[in-house]
């Protein structure tokens, strides 16, 4: 005799529904293995990391200043240049405007979100809202 509470639990994973916020059960297939390169991606609100599988240990990589961990910033300077993490970070105090931060807390969030309108007036760049009403950031005029 099957023991059906417990089958459930080993083939459905629980999901929610961003728009209804019901906890359904969708049935996911199993994995019959790797068959490429893992990779996994921290994105944090602060910070953020990258690793690979390397056989059956994950390996963190290392960032271009030999740190494992790398600044969750942007920055756009005026002449088109790009920055992200530390060199966006230093670069911030002359340049607020322009550098983007805690971007995190805007995913999948309307603009018209009580969140996102309390973090308005917390950060130096401007959030505005998209043609579809999400949370966007602009610098240097341009979304």
Known sequence: ?????KVARQRLYPTVTRNTGVLSTGARAYSSG????????????TNSCVSV???KNPRVIE?????????????????GELLVGQAAKRQAVV???????????LIG???KDPA???DIPAVSYKIVAHT????????NGKK
């Open 132 to 139: 579809n009403g999400d949370a966007w950031v602009e610098a």
């Open 63 to 79: 960032n271009a200043e030999g740190t494992r961990t790398t600044p969750s910033v942007v920055a756009f300077s005026k002449d």
């Open 95 to 105: 340049n607020s405007q322009n550098t983007v931060y805690a971007t995190k807390r």
């Open 116 to 118: 996102v309108q309390a």
């Open 34 to 45: 790797v068959n490429g390169p893992v990779i996994g991606i921290d994105l944090g609100t």
């Open 1 to 5: 005799m099957y023991n059906l509470a």
């Open 109 to 111: 969030r309307q603009f």
């Open 53 to 55: 599988m390397e056989g």
